[in-house]
């Protein structure tokens, strides 16, 4: 027997990502390795080798790195130091601290995206409640105030978390922000006509894919549904959103799944909202209505094999996100959903239920939007408990 | 919290079936628990809880079984006294005792046909090379001599071993089987036009599905191509076949997937060659050209979930096996092969490759079969070390 090849991917953080990843490494014949909190973390259910330890220990972190070819994320908590450190051992780190900075720092993803001149609210770092005023200000134009303002924290902040929304200068969420003692970043809060996502994946070589536009809807904060591709959007738009997209993960060096969250305005403009630098939940329907699903692309980018296509199979897919409600046994509901939808592509991540927290999502894909979409809703709302028909 | 009632499927056997069976499963967010030889076998290298034992051995299984919810298999090897024991302690078994032995032993399988009226190719179990040459002589017609006859053992034969041609009373292929010390079953040469696979999943419910009739072309004994759906295929010859093995699955009791292998005759009849009573090779196709893969259905089979949709998801898909070549690494061969074909789906088993060996199959669907057939054909001798450009 000569030497086998198929390599180590070691993964930091064990949450739904990681297991999703993990599942599309599978058919792949690779070696997943997790780095994991606890042993009950939703990945650490499911992979073969998994060590429990603290991601923001460099021990830790240097020693699950040992006989892993690549290490990527679940998350993008871990320190930028540690991962410099990584590198200097020897290990390729993707994506590598430079480029993950900018998804773990607003401060920076802002002002390197002003530097390359792509669209976005307008925003600048804020020191007090007083500079918030003067930031309104700024934006005040004609009879208006400059208000709303939105405050971010520069770090911590995931799913409505870390953001707050400032309605005048009276408004005490104006102070709020500045208590944890990180930086504070204000942005115009846009009045957009609806969010989208354009989500590319990019190899080490520089081969990159751009996935179709999707539509993300949002409820309190959370993403709700998403809809591939955007309804109705414009072909020009769609173009523009990707080749966005694909520059800033050129420009910034991202390898792997770099995930760009837009807001479209009603005059068919896209801002970058957010970025998100791993398999991202407005990426979930790829795994039942693209050619390629992301956690596919993003394994295949990490080792720097040459990535796949990232088509749509469907017309319309659309994916809704399962939160926790009331009833913490959600097994008892598949026998309801599945008689009612056989199509139905249910994804659970082995989570505790815990009101309003992300414990699966559902894809369906069709023909005819509403059809799908009612069959999505019915089947997420089901779960959750909130449709009991 | 209340009780949270996600099941525990407890799956006897390591091997490449396990493994997709465990990558179906994940998304379901059920836990699945495997009995391997090894913990280097296919599937315990990818799951999270592993035991490592001998099926043969009943006091490991019962174990193993303890905190499952239901056992079902990898193999067909487990011994008949063992299921039942389980069962005695109380352990859904899935496919249970009585059907399995059906998969078990040919000779039980072909007196049970017989008695259902299902059409087979003639045969009896012999008891020596005289009898050989008598049941030769009882299927002499007209100038012929009845010759070649196919001998099988009644039990431990795959992929072509434990069966020998006998093309005349001189030939020593006829005392070949007997020295196992197992039964030998005799059966006519079927001078088949193709072979077929008609492939069901039924839950203890009675509820089933059929998938589309595939064609499945084998070479040296070993399945090479499967073809889905089977090209060409008569439509009512289609119904035929696939009402046969729901019938069988129902006469039987089988619960999870039932795989027929059929001899399709050049006036279409069909005559019923094999029988699988787990995930299957002729399956592999529904990974990525079915709505719901036969490893997601046996799995919502023996858990007695409503069962997914089998139908096709492409106008055509094939899958070709990857076995084994001269070549013990694989992995360089990935670049060119996903470079060259953005589509292809490769299905690693993460076995050591040993010249003829499944380590692997590959899937490729769309719409020109002759496209499609040459894609996985490529793919599949790339890999294998056949095709080198």
């Known amino acids: ?48 080798e998994v060590v429990v330890g603290d991601y923001r220990d460099l021990g830790t972190l240097r020693r699950f790195a040992q006989g892993c070819d690549v290490i990527t994320f679940d998350h993008e908590h871990v320190p930028t130091e540690h991962l410099r450190a990584l590198e200097a051992d020897g290990i390729p780190v993707r994506p590598g601290p430079d480029a993950l900075l900018h998804a773990q720092d607003k401060g920076v993803m802002r002002a390197r995206l002003s530097e390359l001149g792509v669209p976005a609210p307008r925003n600048r770092l804020v020191s007090d409640p007083d500079d918030v005023a003067a930031f309104a200000r700024e934006g005040a134009t004609g009879g208006a105030d400059g208000f709303p303002v939105v405050l971010k924290t520069v770090r911590g902040g995931y799913d409505g978390k870390g953001v707050w929304v400032v309605r005048g200068a009276d408004d005490p969420n104006a102070s709020e922000p500045f208590k944890a003692g990180v930086g504070v970043l204000a942005e115009e809060k846009v009045d957009f006509a609806r969010e989208l996502a354009a989500n590319v994946v990019r190899s080490p070589h520089g081969q990159a894919v751009a996935y179709p536009v999707v539509e993300s809807i949002q409820v309190d904060g959370v993403c709700d549904t998403v809809i591939a591709p955007a309804p109705g959007l414009d072909p020009d738009t769609s173009v523009r959103a990707q080749e966005l997209a ?3 993960a050129h420009e910034l060096g991202v390898v792997g799944h770099l995930a760009v969250e837009l807001f479209e305005t009603a005059d068919g403009e896209v801002l970058v909202n957010e970025l998100a630098m791993r398999p991202h939940n407005s990426g979930h329907w790829t795994q039942d209505g693209a050619v390629t699903s992301q956690f596919a692309n993003h394994v295949r980018a990490v080792l720097d094999l040459p990535l796949g296509d990232p088509r749509c199979r469907a017309p319309w897919t659309v994916m809704a996100n399962v939160l926790g409600g009331d009833y913490p046994d959600m097994y008892p509901a598949y026998l309801h959903c599945m008689a009612r939808d056989p199509q139905l592509k249910i994804h659970m991540y082995g989570k505790d239920v815990k009101p309003g927290r992300k414990v699966g999502h559902v894809n369906v894909y069709g023909d005819a939007l509403a059809d799908v979409r009612e069959r999505a809703a019915h089947a997420a709302g089901y779960l959750r408990g909130t449709i009991t028909e």
């Open 1 to 48: 027997m000569g030497t086998v090849t198929f390599p180590v991917v070691g993964m930091v953080g064990g949450g739904q990502l990681a297991r999703m990843t993990h599942e599309a490494g599978i058919p792949l014949g690779i070696k997943f390795k997790l780095l994991s909190d606890t042993a009950q973390d939703s990945a650490a259910q499911v992979a073969g």
């Open 246 to 248: 694909l520059r800033i």
